[in-house]
């Protein structure tokens, strides 16, 4: 009499696991556009100001999710030079024009440490196909 209790628990169990199975796999099928293409990043780029007393290294990434187009960085940032002055950087995503980029995502971050470089600032991503970053040299 176990022998069968346990054939038959371990049957009702499979059929169940394949049950879920099926579902969670109709469901994928059924939701294409939701899913998000492969991330392509750049290089790391850098950039400096003021005679390279402050600078930025970044990276941008961008991908599809749903049809439409996503960007995000990743930057950390140096203050190389002790002159009462800290480095500023501007970060924008969003969709770049002849004219300008049609931001959709705006920040600035800081940094004043010459002993080491920022820790890493992430995005997040954000509508566009472009990162807009600018550096500058401020007088705090």
Known sequence: MNVRIRIAVSCATLAAVAGIAATSAA???ATPNSAASAVTCSRW???SADHNSVGVRYMECDRKVGGRQQTSAALYIWDNKTDGKYARVNVATGYAHWNGLDQTWFRYCSWTSTRHHSPKYETGRHSGN???VLIKAVRG
């Open 45 to 47: 780029k850098s950039i």
């Open 27 to 29: 469901a994928a099928a």
């Open 130 to 132: 472009d990162v807009e």
